[in-house]
């Protein structure tokens, strides 16, 4: 008789994926101490995936619609006026929830392995070129000072997180509090080098920054279509 299949095995092995991770770091996990975590045969798991780093980009496109849930729960729960900087400082927040996520932007090669030389980079043009479409939005609801390139804007909170990036190689791994308090600092000193003198358009810069998310939101779920 054939085997029955196992509910959701594709989640049951992401899930195991995640817990192993979390316990012993991706370079010491196999593919078959998922498949033994998870309760499926070895062989099952390629029907899922292609590859163990396959599995590792399916838990990252999961972490970050996750993190993009926060941010646009965060969005839409606000009261007043929610600028580019705060949008920021709620993505860290919800990075510094997620084990995964944290490695990655960190560059923790002890965590990630060879998978950080094999992240790729030709998707994040698309989202530089929204994260630019999304500052002029904020210009012209009155968020943004207008006199202010939007290029620059895009090239220093990109010059940012790469230095977070980068900085574990000179200063040694950060701990979340200090991670935290200078994303904190960076957000706030970036509001107010950016802000205007005038009322700006609430519902505007809301309607921006939720298509922003959207749009991130949409590229991921292409993504995992892709690699069913």
């Given at each position: 008789?054939?085997?029955?299949l196992?509910?959701?095995?594709?989640?049951?092995?992401?899930?195991a994926?995640?817990e192993?991770?979390?316990?012993?770091?991706?370079?010491?996990?196999?593919?078959s101490?998922?498949?033994?975590?998870?309760?499926?045969?070895?062989?099952?798991?390629?029907?899922?995936?292609?590859?163990?780093?396959?599995?590792?980009?399916a838990?990252?496109?999961?972490?970050?619609?996750?993190?993009?849930?926060?941010?646009?729960?965060?969005?839409?729960?606000?009261?007043?006026?929610?600028?580019?900087?705060?949008?920021?400082?709620y993505?860290?927040?919800?990075?510094?929830d997620?084990?995964?996520?944290?490695?990655?932007?960190?560059?923790?090669?002890?965590?990630?392995?060879?998978?950080?030389?094999?992240v790729?980079?030709?998707?994040?043009r698309?989202?530089?070129?929204?994260?630019?479409?999304?500052a002029?939005?904020l210009?012209?609801?009155?968020?943004?000072?207008?006199?202010?390139?939007?290029?620059?804007?895009?090239?220093?909170l990109?010059?940012?997180?790469?230095?977070?990036v980068?900085?574990?190689?000179?200063?040694?791994?950060?701990?979340d509090?200090?991670?935290?308090a200078?994303?904190t600092?960076?957000?706030?000193v970036v509001?107010?080098?950016l802000a205007?003198?005038?009322?700006?358009?609430?519902?505007?810069?809301?309607?921006?920054?939720?298509?922003?998310?959207?749009?991130?939101?949409d590229?991921?779920?292409?993504?995992?279509?892709?690699?069913?």
């Open positions: 008789m054939p085997r029955p196992v509910p959701d095995r594709r989640g049951r092995l992401l899930g994926a995640r192993l991770f979390q316990e012993q770091g991706w370079p010491a996990t196999t593919v101490d998922i498949a033994v975590r998870a309760g499926v045969g070895k062989g099952a798991v390629y029907l899922e995936f292609s590859s163990k780093t396959g599995i590792l980009d838990l990252v496109r999961e972490s970050s619609r996750r993190m993009i849930a926060h941010v646009r729960d965060r969005v839409q729960g606000a009261d007043g006026l929610v600028d580019l900087a705060q949008v920021y400082r993505g860290v927040e919800a990075l510094l997620d084990q995964l996520m944290r490695a990655l932007f960190l560059g923790d090669v002890d965590v990630l392995g060879e998978h950080m030389d094999e790729p980079v030709g998707r994040y698309e989202r530089l070129d929204w994260l630019k479409e999304y002029l939005q210009q012209r609801a009155g968020v943004i000072d207008s006199r202010i390139d939007v290029d620059h804007i895009v090239r220093m990109t010059a940012f997180t790469i230095g977070l980068r900085s574990p190689a000179v200063t040694g791994q950060t701990a509090e200090d991670l935290s200078a994303v600092l960076f957000a706030d509001s107010r080098g205007v003198d005038r009322p700006a358009d609430v519902e505007a810069a809301r309607e921006a920054q939720l298509l922003f998310l959207r749009r991130l939101d590229q991921l779920i292409q993504l995992e279509e892709e690699d069913r």
